[in-house]
Structures are given as C-alpha cells and as structure tokens.
C-alpha cells in the first residue's frame, strides 16, 4: 500500500482516530476523583489529545481539499476515448476523400 492514502481512506482513518481520543477522554474524565484540575493524567490526556486532534483536523482539511480538487477537475476533463474517436473519425473521413 502507498504511503499516501485518498482522501476516502484518510477521512475514515481521522473519523477513527477522533472517535478513539473522544472515547479516552471520557474514560479519564468519568474515573477522575476530585478537582479535575489537579489529575495530572486528566490533564495529560487531554493536552495530549488536543494536540492530536488538530492535527487530525488539519490533516482532514486537506483530504477534503484534495477532494474537492480531484472532482473539479474531472468534471473539465473528456471521457478517454473521446479524443481518440474524434482523431479515428477524422482520419477516417480524410481517407474517404
């Protein structure tokens, strides 16, 4: 498998993994005693998953871009054998002549 994923695939993956952090942060928060302030594992998940979730968010953001470019673009472009016909049409009515 390549290195990079399409945009479908690496939407999916950022869905998961936000599902995941979203899933251990009420897992901490739920077992948290006390000011939740003062829970350094609190508070490390959370700092950590901050972090991770906007890259996941920045990342989602150019799958969706790249999407949304791939789309455009092949709404401009011919089928693949239109060009191909045209060329096959006209020579064969160069040769007719």
Do not use: Y
């Amino acid at each position: 498998m390549s290195a990079k994923l399409d945009p479908t695939l690496q939407g999916a993956e950022n869905a998961r993994q936000l599902a995941e952090i979203e899933d251990k942060i009420i897992e901490v928060l739920s077992g948290a005693e006390g000011n939740i302030l003062e829970n350094e594992t609190a508070i490390t998940v959370i700092t950590a998953s901050k972090t991770l979730s906007n890259d996941i968010n920045q990342k989602q953001q150019i799958a969706q871009r790249t999407e949304k470019k791939v789309s455009c673009q092949s709404c401009f472009q011919a089928p693949p054998n239109h060009a191909n016909a045209t060329r096959k049409g006209l020579n064969w009515s160069l040769s007719a002549l």
